[in-house]
């Protein structure tokens, strides 16, 4: 939530950057969009971003426990670094 708040301005100029196919640079690019639109329009979009981050976290958090649970369930891994990126491996494969 907060991280893509933080992020959102960066992401609005990447988005206006590709859809330009980059034919200004960033510099002009947040120029252009302070004079016209304010600090405000950095901030456009920020409310599906911060919903979609919040959708990829859940879903990250929830694979990563049942993964976790499956593998410690039908392995015989102790609860340690391995069984945690194995854990993280299935969640960071299914949230992409």
């Known amino acids: 939530g907060l991280a893509q708040v ?3 301005p960066a992401d609005r ?3 206006v950057l590709v859809q ?3 034919k200004r640079g960033v ?3 947040l120029r252009d969009i ?3 639109e304010g ?3 950095l901030y456009r979009g920020v409310v599906p971003n911060v919903q979609r981050a919040a959708l990829v976290n859940l879903g990250e958090l929830a694979t990563y426990d049942q ?3 499956m593998i410690l369930e039908q392995s ?3 609860d340690g670094v391995i069984v945690h990126t194995l854990s993280a491996l299935c969640s960071g494969f299914v949230a992409s």
């Open 6 to 8: 933080v992020a959102s």
């Open 13 to 15: 100029l990447k988005v």
């Open 20 to 22: 330009e196919g980059n």
């Open 27 to 29: 510099v002009t690019v």
């Open 34 to 36: 302070l004079r016209d």
């Open 39 to 41: 600090v405000k329009g």
């Open 67 to 69: 993964a976790k649970g």
């Open 76 to 78: 015989s891994l102790p």
